[in-house]
């Protein structure tokens, strides 16, 4: 897990692909019986914060302790290939990454050669039961790993302190036309390659969909330390977006997560506005706080705003984004390296999907 300080904040995150109804992935009678995709992406950006540091020198903070599009000037974000088979019961999605934010996404995995995002293999009982083993990103929160699946090309802090993947069984029962719920065991959060505490989580997620939106309500239960902890974490999380009309969309997200006295909670907004066929225009307007047992710690928060325009051409996606960064500590330096409680920055990235 990462840890929950904004001036310590670990950088190896999980995630990847959007979370979907349940109802998604069960086989339909009109689909072909077996089925194999190849699909992906790649992306790059360019970084400038007009009131903090430019380049790395000690002391410097570059960008908030968020995750991905962190380093100044053109940089790389990562490629993304997904490999997956359909089959009438049966199937299997591998999902690699290649990259400093595939680096950054996989756990433990700097300086290292792991690749993988996702790898699990799935098996449909019937229409209305699915059971899934292995890799899979989490189902907890609103924004995800690939740029493409995010309207906003950098992260929330909700998302950062995630959690991302895991790795376990899980099942996606379908309860009717409109309700779903999916139960899983799983491993200790983010460790995904192997269990080495012995230690385990049990995650739930009772999901709502309509034509015009969708709400899940998220639960995770369980120890997730390294070693043997006798601390559990408890995280309940809610996502939830409706389309007001044919033009706007709204999203929120708010999340609440507790281990022995200490966590975090938070919300954010995710209002969207279609001008036309290839722009459109979003904010993401975020409170966060982490708190502490110790009555000598005291808590801090931050509230930041990201506006951010997508304008698509094909298969290639542009986003100018301005955000805004203001905490109640002095955890970024404004460009003469004096510690400062806010930043303004901008990027912009381009997607190419596949």
Known sequence: MKTITFTNIVKK??????????????????????KFSFDG???????Y?????????????????????????????????IGSYEGE???????????????DAVFLSEGSSNIVNQLYVYWNLNDKLKLTFGNFNTFLGYEVISPTDNFNYSTSYMFSFGPFSHTGLKADILLSEKWSL?????????????????????????????????????????KQGPVDTDDATFQADLTAGVDLNEDVYLGINTTYNTTDGDG???????PQYKTSESFSLGLRAE??????????????????????????????????????????????????LVASNNLASFLIAAIYSF
């Open 13 to 34: 995150v999980f995630f990847s692909a959007l979370i979907l109804p349940s109802s998604y992935f069960f086989a339909q009678e009109n689909e072909e019986k077996k």
């Open 41 to 47: 992406s790649v992306d790059a950006y360019y970084r």
């Open 49 to 81: 914060n007009f009131n903090g540091p430019n380049k790395n020198e000690e002391g410097a903070v570059l960008a908030p302790p968020t995750s991905f599009a962190n380093d100044p000037g053109f940089a790389l974000g990562f490629v993304n290939l």
């Open 89 to 103: 019961k049966v199937g299997f999605t591998a999902d690699l990454v290649f990259g400093p934010r595939g680096e």
């Open 182 to 222: 999916m139960l899983g065991i799983l491993n200790a959060t983010d460790f995904t390659e192997f269990n080495p505490a012995e230690q385990y989580s049990l995650g739930t997620q009772l999901s709502y969909t309509t034509e015009k939106g969708a709400a899940y309500l998220n639960f995770i239960y369980g």
């Open 264 to 270: 975090f909670y938070g919300i954010a907004l995710y």
């Open 287 to 336: 409170y966060f706080n982490t708190f502490f047992e110790d009555n000598n710690v005291e808590d801090e928060n931050v509230i930041a705003f990201t506006l951010t325009g997508s304008y698509t051409v094909e298969d290639l996606t542009i986003k100018p984004e301005l955000r805004l960064d203001s905490a109640s500590s002095d955890i970024f330096t404004d460009p003469d």
